[in-house]
């Protein structure tokens, strides 16, 4: 209770089957990139650790934010945070971290200008009003951008999705092909670009953003290829794989996710890419095919919903833990967790942070 009003929690949208909400490590402790982290609650998560959680904060009243339960969660006693943990690790963290594409970038720059703080000195130009590096400045950050948008979960089922649709899964090219089992290649629109995002001075920022939101909308229907033949499947559709599997992707893709309010023009850019996913996927599948013209992502604010509050405690405390343990303190502690759009085991964080620490000068 707030004074003398009650304060109403509920679930939110009755429709959603996970609600997510963003967190990002201080940003000092991440060369001054703005890495996001999600935390994304399955409406079928239980919620004890939550409540554990709650109960812990009983000076706090209203809403409980991420920043103070991370700043106090490393100082409850192991046996509470033992049983924290134990529901707590079931929540999915995506992670999108633009510093490996940045680096990528900066040492190119090094390399044609011949010089180590070439990226140090085309930034202080900039800023300096000078024209060509102002230029210069804006391309590379287009080009980081893209790249990100690149190894987006969205992209990455796209990209899956028209390799099944090809003849043989694009063993064989459809030239070598008889014309009758060939059919007339549609033109393909980029499912995300660029230009899609209309800030150019936080485009990076932007669009790292966006795109740990796809990892959450996007997630499952990428999982659904590599589940797509486990169990008794595997043998009775074999000679179907692709029909198979592109039902599963756009099984996936239909229900609702409901995300923290704050970035109406991101749900309507992942509904956008949803609705091209599923075209696509379908295309060759008109039994199949009908496309159900619901939005799939709904915006729900985090003080009428208590699993928004949970996903923004999870991320919270995830942003924290990244900030000083990097990927693999991660992965160790939660069951399933996205890195800049894929699914990473230890052995793939390993690998991951390696290649970040490569591109250091």
């Known amino acids: 209770m707030v004074g003398s009003q009650f304060l109403i929690i509920t679930a939110g949208n009755n429709e959603a089957i996970s609600f997510t909400d963003e967190g990002s490590p201080d940003s000092r402790l991440t060369d001054n990139e703005k890495v996001c982290v999600s935390g994304q609650v399955d409406r079928n998560l239980s919620l004890d650790w939550y409540y554990k959680i709650i109960q812990l904060f009983p000076d706090v009243p209203g809403e409980l934010k991420s920043k103070e339960v991370a700043e106090r969660f490393k100082s409850f006693p192991s046996d509470v945070r033992n049983a924290i943990w134990t529901g707590l690790r079931r929540v999915k963290i995506h992670i999108v971290d633009p510093r490996c594409h940045q680096r990528r970038f900066d040492n190119m720059l090094r390399e044609t200008w011949r010089r180590k703080d070439a990226p140090q000195t085309l930034d202080r130009l900039a800023r300096e009003g000078v024209p060509q590096a102002r230029f210069m400045s804006e391309q590379l950050r287009g080009m980081v951008a893209d790249s990100i948008l690149h190894d987006s979960t969205a992209m990455r089922v796209q990209s899956l999705g028209r390799a099944l649709a090809e003849p043989f899964l694009g063993s064989i090219s459809p030239i070598e092909l008889p014309r009758c089992m060939v059919e007339p290649e549609p033109p393909r629109q980029p499912l995300i670009a660029v230009s899609d995002f209309k800030r150019p001075k936080s485009l990076i920022r932007d669009v790292t953003s966006w795109s740990a939101k796809s990892a959450a909308a996007f997630h499952s229907a990428l999982d659904a290829v590599s589940q797509a033949f486990e169990g008794e499947d595997a043998t009775a559709y074999y000679a179907n794989f692709e029909n198979v599997v592109q039902r599963r992707m756009v099984q996936e893709l239909l229900p609702v996710h409901a995300f923290d309010e704050g970035n109406q023009k991101h749900l309507e850019l992942l509904d956008g890419a949803r609705q091209s996913m599923i075209k696509e996927l379908a295309a060759r599948d008109y039994h199949h095919g009908l496309i159900i013209r619901q939005p799939g992502f ?25 900030a000083h343990e990097g990927l693999i303190g991660i992965v160790d502690r939660w069951e399933y967790v996205t890195y800049n759009g894929a699914r990473v085991s230890r052995t793939d964080a390993e690998e991951e942070m390696r290649k970040l620490h490569s591109f250091d000068i």
């Open 298 to 322: 709904v915006a729900t604010e985090s003080r009428e919903s208590y699993y928004v509050q949970a996903a923004d405690i999870a991320a919270g405390i995830a942003s924290d833990l990244y």
